[in-house]
């Protein structure tokens, strides 16, 4: 059986899971990543050929877009010209230009997001900006150019400005004067956060009624990389591409934003304590945003389950289980938010008890618990704690399994975030502290074993 102590066990090490992905995600983004040293070539003639006779476009939001406006579907990229991937994708986008967009039946539609270098990224997102808006259409010529220029390691801020004008026939003076408020960018990765891209390239689908999401085939959402000219072959061979299109929903929106309907500690249609094991999993089979959902069983205790499932970005994110097998006891659901602890307790109110686990000199896992709503939610913590500090997940738990939770620790109450050194007093007084120790797999679906963790001065 699952008891409370047991579970905080398993909480904490899949929180090390969430940690390890959002450190590698995050370190992705910031790196500066170089294509391998090539020999300088000659840049490819033909940039303003290329795209003679293709109709060109911004939408409402100030995206750039090729193609005939009354095309029944668009590819929308997610990319940046640092980004290697993304340099070898081109090759993919003009054969689709030249089958699909220049014949009419597709719109191809190119979104800025600059993550992979600290500078040139949103140094060249600016320059394909400025290049359309010192003449209409300049956009995809720039586009190619910048590709190219950074694909053989030419792509600077000494040169490139007057590369572009000499090779474009644009006025490098007014390219300079454009940079400083060329803001396109901003508004591509905004969108591209609340769509769930975590890299580049990132290919969408938008259907003729403005439907955005991305592509599931088969039960398997491709929501990493580029889409393969075969399954953007499908798309447009696909009588109604909305089929084919999963609208990504951030998993903890219901933490700021109530859901009057599934109301916390329903979530995804599903209530701790309430929802049949056999509803929940037709309910989780059934949620186009999960994928590779799998049913664990317990070799020593045939009544407890637990079912796993990842995210449409393709992270572990979920699990359910149910001690009984007859019902779901708890939820544990695990996400890189832009959630911050102020909006979430401005949108649940102060929390009930506070707990402390701590990583390391400067990182830590604080728990706020609401019993009243079945809901702990776990902020993390790098460095001080504070009103901007992340959440990362939230566990939803049935009434009784709540209440062997709170006999198990030994929880603060809530004093705002300069009382760290309360809830840290409070946590080592804790008896068995949870972080050491190890579960048996006669209390949980498979063996959970966390690595010890020394509590330290506040971070």
């Known amino acids: 059986m699952i008891n409370g102590k047991t579970f905080l066990v398993m909480l904490i090490a899949a929180i090390v899971v969430v940690l390890v992905l959002a450190t590698i995600q995050l370190n992705n983004q910031s790196a500066i990543v170089t294509p391998p040293a090539t020999n300088a070539v000659t840049l490819q003639s033909g940039y303003l050929e290329r795209y003679e006779g293709i109709p060109t476009s911004r939408t409402a939001d100030g995206a750039f877009v090729l193609g005939e406006a009354t095309a029944p579907v668009t590819i929308v990229e997610f990319a940046d010209f640092m980004c290697p991937h993304c340099q070898t994708y081109q090759t993919i986008a003009h054969d689709f230009i030249d089958r699909y967009v220049k014949t009419g039946r597709a719109k191809f539609e190119y979104r800025l997001y600059p993550v992979v270098s600290p500078d040139l990224s949103v140094y060249s997102a600016k320059l394909a900006q400025c290049a359309d808006e010192q003449r209409e259409g300049m956009f995809w010529p720039a586009h190619d150019l910048l590709y190219d220029l950074a694909l053989n390691r030419e792509l600077n801020r000494n040169t490139t400005v007057q590369v572009m004008a000499e090779t474009l026939d644009l006025d490098a003076t007014v390219l300079n004067d454009c940079i400083p408020t060329a803001n396109q960018h901003e508004t591509d990765l905004a969108l591209g956060k609340s769509m769930g891209v975590t890299g580049t390239p990132a290919v969408l689908i938008r259907a003729s009624d403005g439907t ?248």
């Open 212 to 459: 955005l999401g991305w592509m599931r085939v088969e039960g398997r959402v491709l929501g990493r990389g580029g889409l393969p000219f075969d399954a953007l072959q499908l798309v447009m061979d696909t009588p109604d591409p909305r089929e084919l299109i999963v609208i990504p929903r951030p998993l903890l929106a219901s933490l700021i934003t109530p859901d009057p309907i599934c109301a916390l500690p329903c979530w995804n249609d599903i209530t701790p304590g309430v929802t049949s094991w056999t509803d929940a999993n037709i309910l989780v089979g059934a949620e186009r945003n999960f994928v590779n959902v799998e049913t664990i069983n317990s070799p020593n205790d045939p009544t407890a389950q637990l079912l796993r499932w990842r995210s449409i970005d393709g992270l572990d994110c979920c699990e359910m289980f149910s001690q009984d097998g007859q019902t779901v006891a708890g939820l544990n659901i695990i996400a890189i938010t832009d959630i911050t602890a102020a909006e979430l307790i401005e949108a649940q109110g102060d929390p009930e008890g506070v707990y402390v686990n701590v990583r390391g000199a400067n990182e830590a896992l604080v728990y706020l618990f609401y019993p009243s709503k079945q809901l702990i939610v776990y902020v993390f913590v790098d460095g001080a704690f504070s009103a901007e500090n992340s959440v990362i997940g939230i566990n939803l738990l049935s009434p009784d399994l709540m209440q062997e939770t709170l006999t198990s620790v030994n929880l603060a109450s809530w004093e705002g975030y300069d009382a760290w050194d309360v809830y840290l007093a409070a946590a080592q007084a804790t008896p068995e502290a949870i972080a050491t120790e190890e579960a048996t797999p006669e209390a949980t679906p498979e063996t959970i074993v966390t690595e010890e963790v020394t509590p330290e001065t506040a971070p």
